[in-house]
Antibody
Framework: QVQLQESGPGLVKPSETLSLTCTVS????????WSWIRQPPGKGLEWIGY???????NYNPSLKSRVTISVDTSKNQFSLYLSSVTAADTAVYYC??????????WGQGTLVTVSS | DIQMTQSPSSLSASVGDRVTITCQAS??????LNWYQQKPGKAPKLLIY???NLETGVPSRFSGSGSGTDFTFTITSLQPEDIATYYC?????????FGQGTKVEIK
């Protein structure tokens, strides 16, 4: 059974960089697409971007200038970096696996609050 | 971006009722449409993929239909455990986008 687990700081200061890591267990990251999705409190879901195990990426244009997703196949992990954060970036951040053509496994989510 | 418009945004129904949610895409997305269920404090769970295919292990009271721009999600007999918010999601065009969600409650 594939499992995903997000980790990283729960509090980030405005203008700093949000960094999260998703650890994949029960299966290899060297296949499929690996995504980040976020959900502001009480709101809907927003796709942030994905990385293929080879390293190719695709980002939501609304965040593209601030987002980087990277993968470390040796650790079975992928990471999200979101720069210059503001309060609008406060959300629950989910990592998820996208097998063509759907998100089948999700992490439990981690709340990141942007505040000084 | 492809806009996904779900209707209604919330509904209240009785146990055993038939529940229908619609999702309209701002342009043709073929059948590249999924439905997810999200319970409070939990990650979304896949129910239907490619518009009408039931994910393994999902009860048969859930179903989906549609193609192009208009899609429908149905619960044939609402159960107490179906209380959740339901989202459609298109993957035909990047950025992949979700509907705004439909909150289903028990009357």
């Amino acid at each position: 059974q594939v499992q995903l687990q997000e980790s990283g700081p729960g509090l980030v200061k405005p203008s700093e960089t949000l960094s999260l890591t998703c650890t994949v267990s029960g299966g290899s990251i060297s296949r499929y697409y690996w995504s980040w999705i976020r959900q502001p409190p009480g709101k809907g879901l927003e796709w942030i971007g994905y990385i293929f195990y080879s390293g190719s990426t695709n980002y939501n244009p609304s965040l593209k200038s601030r987002v980087t997703i990277s993968v470390d196949t040796s650790k079975n992990q992928f990471s999200l970096y979101l720069s210059s954060v503001t309060a609008a970036d406060t959300a629950v951040y989910y990592c998820a696996r996208f097998v063509p053509n759907y998100f089948d496994y999700w992490g439990q989510g981690t709340l990141v609050t942007v505040s000084s | 971006d492809i806009q996904m418009t779900q209707s209604p945004s919330s509904l209240s129904a009785s146990v055993g009722d038939r529940v229908t949610i619609t999702c309209q895409a701002s342009q043709d997305i073929n059948n590249y449409l999924n439905w997810y269920q999200q319970k409070p404090g939990k990650a979304p769970k896949l129910l239907i993929y490619d518009a009408s295919n039931l994910e393994t292990g999902v009860p048969s009271r859930f179903s989906g239909s549609g193609s192009g721009t208009d899609f429908t999600f149905t619960i044939t007999s609402l159960q107490p455990e179906d209380i959740a918010t339901y989202y459609c999601q298109q993957y035909d065009y990047v950025p992949w986008t979700f509907g705004q969600g439909t909150k289903v409650e028990i009357k």
